[in-house]
């Protein structure tokens, strides 16, 4: 009964290069969604995805960054052109989002580093 | 626009006594309040969660308030533990949108 998958743990990028991040959520569930925690701070919403759609996407900054969650596979968020100011973990979580099952199951994370 | 909000970025408690975290949160339509315990290089877990139909709702050592009038939950754990050190997380949500997160307390039991 395998939790929240995300791959690879650690990623190291140079600066314009890409950096796809990957999420498998929890079986069943069809909510996904995506935090990113810069040092000494909280998470912060990026996006929630249900399978083949975008719900909200207002924490994402408005270039450079993209997410899907397609009808077979993992979610998968996207930074293009990568910054140093993207050096963060990103955290994804999926939920059921049904009355007697509110919570998140989170994923181990994925430390981004852009030398 | 933080609209879930943490003011104590730490706290330190001896062991055995009662550790109380403070969330406050300024949207009156979330519904549902979380909260996560988080380890470094680990993904928060949770912990425990309450309704807003609820004022009050315990599990073992942990039990969540919630005082809808004044905006404010908090999160009792006691006896504390060592093993409680962590980074705390408070998050709501209204049915159907995201999860709002707070920025986090990172709490320390002395042995």
């Known amino acids: 009964n395998a939790g929240v998958m995300q791959n690879p743990r650690h990623l190291v990028r140079r600066r314009g290069q890409e950096a796809r991040l990957r999420c498998s959520p929890v079986k069943g569930h069809s909510h996904v969604y995506w935090y990113r925690q810069l040092p000494e701070e909280g998470l912060k919403f990026m996006v929630y995805l249900q399978k083949e759609n975008i719900i909200d996407e207002s924490g994402m900054p408005k270039e450079r960054f993209s997410a899907e969650f397609p009808k077979e596979g993992p979610s998968i968020l996207r930074i293009q052109q990568v910054v140093r100011g993207d050096s963060a973990a990103y955290f994804c979580?999926?939920?059921?989002?049904?009355?007697?099952?509110?919570?998140?199951?989170f994923g181990s994370g994925t430390q981004l580093s852009v030398l | 626009d933080q609209q879930v909000k943490q003011n104590s970025p730490s706290l330190s408690v001896q062991e055995g006594r009662i550790s109380i975290l403070n969330c406050d949160y300024t949207?009156?339509?979330?519904?549902?309040f979380l909260w996560y315990k988080k380890y470094p290089a680990e993904g928060p877990t949770f912990l425990i969660s309450i309704s807003s139909i609820k004022d009050k709702n315990e599990d073992g050592r942990f039990t969540v308030f919630l005082n809808k009038s004044a905006k404010h939950l908090s999160l009792h754990i006691v006896p504390s533990q060592p093993g409680d050190s962590a980074v705390y997380f408070c998050?709501?949500?209204?049915?159907?949108?995201?999860?709002?997160f707070g920025t986090g307390t990172s709490l320390t039991v002395i042995p």
């Open positions: 949207n009156s339509m979330f519904d549902y």
């Open positions: 979580a999926s939920s059921k989002r049904d009355r007697s099952n509110e919570k998140l199951f």
């Open positions: 998050a709501a949500s209204a049915l159907g949108n995201q999860f709002y």
